[in-house]
């Protein structure tokens, strides 16, 4: 079996990748903080996501490193995809069990988005995904890639959509303002959730369209979004002084 070779062009990507993983540590510290001042479940929950969204950057990080030091996309690259998007996955469940505690909508889906999500994930793992293998090493075989990839992304705009609406609906109930803020944010981390999944779609597109070798500028607008999405999500839940002060005075 050959290895696709590296594309110097994609260097960029692994030093913005390094930068995101600072972040996201950062952050996640931040919410631990938080849960251990709280020591409730919502903070923790959030915990959770952020350490396996810091785990999926650290994954495509670590296997950029391998094609950067081996000139070629290997096995630990091949190894990294689906466990970044098995990442993803299980921080979806955490988020809704987030949303659930928050807005009590949703408690039914928990079981059935785990069943799902324990499905995807292994079809992730599957051979015939031919993660980082060259087209022209399974040309005639059977290639689920596409559909694995478009049900990681089509399970991820599920739970947010349903995030989203839950959010409006316990909005219009909430009749305290910091209530009415937190819950706004928290939608507007879902809706830069799913702008970030977007943005991989044009990305695809662009391969597919044009031939581009990947990770256009659309990744970087992606994990732009990506860090809206802790930085809104933080602020639905902590809610600092400023901000309070700030929703008191308007």
Not at 98 to 117: C, D, H, M, W, Y
Not at 137 to 155: C, H, K, M, P
Not at 207 to 231: D, K, M, N, Q, R
Request: net charge positive; proline share 5%.
């Amino acid at each position: 079996m050959t290895y696709t070779p590296f594309n110097p062009n994609i260097l960029p990507i692994f030093f913005y990748y390094i930068g995101l993983i600072v972040f996201s540590v950062v952050m996640t510290v931040l919410m631990m903080k938080k849960w251990r001042e709280r020591n409730v479940k919502p903070p923790l929950y959030l915990s959770i996501v952020f350490i396996l969204l810091t785990v999926a950057l650290i994954s495509l990080t670590v296997g950029l490193a391998e094609a950067i030091a081996t000139g070629f996309f290997k096995e630990i690259y091949r190894i990294s995809l689906p466990l970044a998007y098995s990442m993803i996955i299980i921080a979806d469940i955490f988020l809704f069990v987030f949303a659930e505690e928050i807005t009590s909508k949703g408690k039914n889906a928990i079981i059935p988005l785990i069943i799902f999500g324990v499905i995807i994930i292994i079809v992730l793992f599957l051979p015939w995904n031919w993660w980082g293998v060259p087209p022209e090493d399974y040309a005639g075989q059977l290639n689920i890639r596409l559909y694995s990839t478009l049900s990681v992304i089509l399970y991820s705009y599920i739970v947010y959509i349903f995030i989203s609406v839950f959010c409006l609906r316990a909005r219009k109930r909430a009749q305290d303002a910091k209530a009415r803020t937190g819950l706004t944010l928290l939608f507007l981390s879902m809706i830069c959730m799913i702008a970030f999944f977007l943005m991989f779609v044009f990305d695809t597109l662009l391969i597919t369209l044009t031939g581009h070798p990947g990770y256009s500028e659309f990744v970087y607008i992606a994990w732009i979004f990506a860090i809206l999405f802790f930085i809104f999500i933080y602020l639905s839940l902590v809610m600092p002084k400023w901000l309070v002060d700030r929703i008191e005075k308007s």
